[in-house]
């Protein structure tokens, strides 16, 4: 029978910690009110959500529920009574709801590239710019984590223990199903993986998308965000996407033909902004319009060199 009232007990304890993860966002950025100061720290509670009747009987656990702390030890700032900060809540090493103005690397639903600080027989620890490290488990790793290696993850609520995590499972919470985007739409990109037709990357923070290996010129990373441009949706709701204006997609294939030229010709060839529109024909088959547009557009990218007698190109390849 007493093993049945401490169930019961940890499970209400568990009810009431979550509604109050709920109430102060765990996870997330927040703007709370200063409520008391004590030797400890500073009491916070949520200035959108009404107080009690002050006739009303409270009891302390109830009004302990209402608040959290912000440690002395994580604000350079001394509020007073009633100043309204922007803290972001994670729970402290004892798993205690707290806040702090120290700012980390992800947030609730969002990816970034951490570093593991150490690993031990639970998963890893990643750095994520705050003073308890942030876990991974080992069934939420897809390759065995190391310290010092860097990983793209997701954080997220483990629901059955109302704590904060990441993940590396980051196919698990992208989605091409409910698509409001259209073809040569701006979008934010984070890219995530290289793959043997390019670049897996994430779009808008929620769907799944790929950058083609030919549509990238310069070095990209994991972790790395970046602006794109939607190219094609395809009937299974894959995304094709560009690093550039979509406008841009219809010279490529003449800025290959360039490159290529090029190479033939030992990486210099005898064309510039000025020469004569048939011998650009004559040679690349394409109007001086487009040949200009095309070396303009490389030069940009730094692929080429442009001179008074010549192109040249540059020999830079984009890193793995």
């Known amino acids: 029978m007493i093993g049945k009232y401490r169930y019961i007990l940890s499970e209400v304890t568990y009810l009431i910690q979550k509604r109050r993860s709920r109430m102060f966002h765990l996870g997330q950025y927040q703007i709370l009110k200063v409520d008391e100061i004590s030797d400890f720290g500073y009491f916070l509670i949520n200035p959108d959500i009404p107080e009690p009747d002050p006739d009303e009987e409270r009891t302390e656990e109830e009004r302990r529920a209402r608040r959290i702390l912000l440690p002395k030890r994580l604000t350079p700032k001394v509020p007073k009574p009633g100043d309204l900060l922007r803290v972001f809540v994670y729970k402290d090493n004892e798993e205690r709801l707290t806040a702090t103005l120290q700012e980390p690397l992800i947030t609730l639903g969002g990816f970034a590239r951490l570093e593991a600080r150490n690993v031990d027989e639970r ?10 490290d942030l876990f991974v488990p080992y ?6 984590m190391v310290e010092g290696g860097k990983y793209l993850v997701h954080l997220y609520i483990d629901d059955k223990t109302d704590r904060l995590a990441a993940t590396a499972r980051i196919d698990r919470h992208l ?13 934010s990109l984070i890219i995530w993986k290289k793959t043997d037709l390019g670049y897996n990357v994430i779009i808008e923070g929620k769907h799944k998308g790929l950058v083609y290996h030919n549509d990238i010129f310069e070095p990209v990373h994991s972790g790395e965000e970046r602006t794109g441009y939607i190219q094609t949706i395809r009937e299974d ?6 690093l550039r204006p979509v406008g841009y997609r219809k010279i490529e ?3 290959g033909k360039i490159l290529e030229a090029l190479d033939e010709e030992g990486g210099v060839l005898l064309l510039h902004d000025k020469s004569d529109p048939d011998e650009i024909r004559n040679r690349l088959q394409m109007s001086k319009k487009t040949f200009k547009q095309a070396i303009g557009r490389l030069y940009k990218e730094g692929r080429i060199v442009i001179t008074d007698t010549h192109i040249e190109r540059v020999n830079a390849t984009p890193e793995g």
Request: glycine share 8%; net charge neutral.
């Open 253 to 255: 294939p003449k800025a």
């Open 175 to 187: 989605q091409n199903t409910d698509l409001s985007l259209a073809e040569g739409q701006q979008v």
């Open 139 to 144: 069934r939420e790793q897809t390759v065995k």
């Open 123 to 132: 998963g890893a620890w990643l750095k994520w710019g705050l003073d308890k």
């Open 237 to 242: 709701v894959n995304l094709d996407v560009t």
